[in-house]
């Protein structure tokens, strides 16, 4: 209201994006965005090994188009030993990009983007609708 009593009217949109359905590659792509805000990622070989066999890790990412065999076989026996969730992401390359490993242009567009074949989840960062829908993922899976 005005000083006189005149009502204004104010054009109200709102700022909330509107919420689409949640989906498996969604909830992590976002629950690694958080990870690696506030440092929870381990990303590569030598990192993921050192967090999976010390126990600090939640969730591992393993790639499936890893050439190695070994590698992937390491990265398997390590989850199963402790009893961490895995989970494969089709490529090392889109992998690479949800953990951060690329330089984003004036646009924001991803380029330069350096793939892995391995991903550790060492703390979750904020909680979020992503996370909910991840562990009730591995709850039921």
């Not at 889109?94 to 991903?119: I, P, Q």
């Amino acid at each position: 209201m005005s000083e006189d009593g005149d009502v204004v009217a104010m054009d109200v949109t709102p700022t909330e994006e509107i919420p689409q359905a949640m989906d498996l590659p969604t909830a992590v792509k976002q629950v690694l965005k958080n990870s690696l805000k506030c440092d929870g990622l381990a990303r590569g070989l030598r990192e993921c090994v050192k967090a999976l066999d010390a126990r600090k890790a939640h969730v591992c990412l393993l790639a499936t188009d890893c050439d190695h065999n070994k590698y992937k076989t390491l990265v398997r026996a390590l989850c199963l030993e402790h009893n961490i969730h895995i989970l494969e992401i089709a490529t090392g390359k889109e992998m690479g990009e949800w953990a951060g490993l690329r330089k984003l242009d004036k646009e924001g567009n991803a380029r330069k983007v350096v793939s892995t074949s391995c991903v550790v989840v060492k703390e979750y960062g904020e909680q979020s609708e992503a996370l909910s829908y991840l562990l009730e993922f591995f709850k039921n899976k």
